[in-house]
């Protein structure tokens, strides 16, 4: 079984900081996308990463796809309430349409 | 709006009951996945199905069963309840192709007392 494992577990933050959160695996895939879930409902696709060192940004939020497709990063810039919730990657396996999620981190942004 | 609905979103059942998840999606998708949610483990692949009467087993298919037989539908069984099955559970649904958006219904937080 793949495995994808996110850090830091859990983040808590003051309102207007920076921060990175990781996605690391040994296995390599055809695509890695972002999702956040928020209390009481379902993850909501955020971004795909497909092309090995690939940044793509979303407002105040940048991803980065690793050269070897094994790993990924998301940045947030100046943290805001709003983003709170559940940062969940996920890595589509080569040939089917499988996704592999991570562990989850999940990120307090306090006022 | 795209839209997976899953019906229960709180159950609990006693240990050995029979229990049923049914979802559903109005997007035409031929992929359809149940997945479980637990703390620290992420979403774990339990069932998919990439067509009508179709389903292949995911990760972590051991005391679940599946049924599709239209293509809107996705029923996740649990054919006799156990407490090491209480978790949340999330269906989803997509198009198909590399890349493509997969979407998640609200989910269903199952208790198995």
């Known amino acids: 079984t793949q495995l994808l494992e996110q850090s830091p577990q859990f983040l808590s933050i003051q309102e207007g900081e920076n921060l990175t959160v990781y996605c690391n695996s040994s296995s390599v895939f055809s695509s890695l996308q972002w999702y956040r879930q928020e209390p009481g409902e379902g993850p909501v696709l955020l971004v795909t990463v497909v092309t090995g060192g690939e940044v793509k940004k979303l407002k105040r939020l940048t991803f980065q796809f690793g050269d070897a497709r094994k790993d990924s990063s998301l940045h947030i810039t100046a943290a805001q309430p709003g983003d709170t919730g559940l940062y969940l990657c996920a890595g589509e396996n080569f040939g089917n349409e499988k996704l592999t999620f991570g562990t989850g981190t999940r990120l307090t942004i306090i006022p | 709006d795209v839209k997976v609905t899953q019906s229960s979103r709180y159950l609990v059942k006693r240990t050995g009951e029979k229990v049923f998840l049914e979802c559903v999606q109005d997007m035409d998708h031929e992929n359809m996945f149940w997945y479980r949610q637990d703390p620290g483990l992420g979403l774990r692949l339990i069932y998919f199905?990439?067509?009508?009467?179709?389903?292949e087993k995911g990760d972590i298919p051991e005391g679940y069963s599946v049924s599709r037989e239209k293509k809107e539908r996705f029923s996740l069984i649990l054919e006799s309840a156990s407490t090491n099955q209480t978790s949340m559970y999330l269906c989803?649904?997509?198009?198909?192709?590399?890349?493509?958006?997969?979407?998640f219904g609200e989910g269903s937080w199952l208790t198995v007392v």
């Open positions: 199905s990439y067509d009508v009467k179709m389903k």
């Open positions: 989803a649904s997509s198009g198909g192709g590399a890349g493509n958006t997969i979407y």
